[in-house]
């Protein structure tokens, strides 16, 4: 199921339940898909452009927690919270630290990897592998310890 119907048919659930937190993120989600596929001249969204946009979405969530945790408005903190649980609920399962140190591991031994200055050779190999299962934040701060490490 493409991820604008199941968006459509959640937005009707949330709008029956009236639950404003699920129908605030889901429209927000919508608004961004219909953008995107506007954009792409009217043809169908790849599931890879919806994870990334999703993605998107989330970081964007985050970065909004951040400001408004240190300005002091739990309040709006709380809203951007709700809609980022329920937007992580359309994204594939998130991989852990530890799957991420493990999958990272390999990639290193494949690419020959051994310092820090090959960064910029392991990085774009490790996006690619983790595409929709964790954020590049994270990977990047993995493969920095992994790879300053002896």
Do not use: H, W
């Amino acid at each position: 199921m493409s991820l604008i119907i199941k968006i459509n048919a959640d937005l009707i659930t949330a709008m029956k339940s009236k639950n404003e937190s699920a129908l605030r993120a889901i429209r927000a989600i919508k608004a961004a898909l219909l953008l995107l596929k506007t954009e792409s001249s009217g043809t169908e969204i790849s599931e890879e452009a919806e994870v990334k946009l999703l993605q998107r979405l989330l970081k964007q969530r985050k970065e909004s927690i951040e400001v408004y945790t240190k300005q002091n408005r739990v309040d709006l903190a709380t809203l951007e919270n709700e809609e980022l649980i329920i937007i992580e609920s359309y994204l594939p399962k998130q991989m852990t630290i530890d799957e991420i140190e493990t999958e990272l591991k390999v990639i290193i031994i494949e690419s020959g990897a051994s310092t820090i200055s090959d960064l910029g050779k392991v990085m774009p190999l490790a996006i690619k592998k983790f595409s929709g299962k964790s954020d590049g934040k994270t990977i990047s701060e993995v493969l920095k310890r992994l790879l300053s490490t002896p």
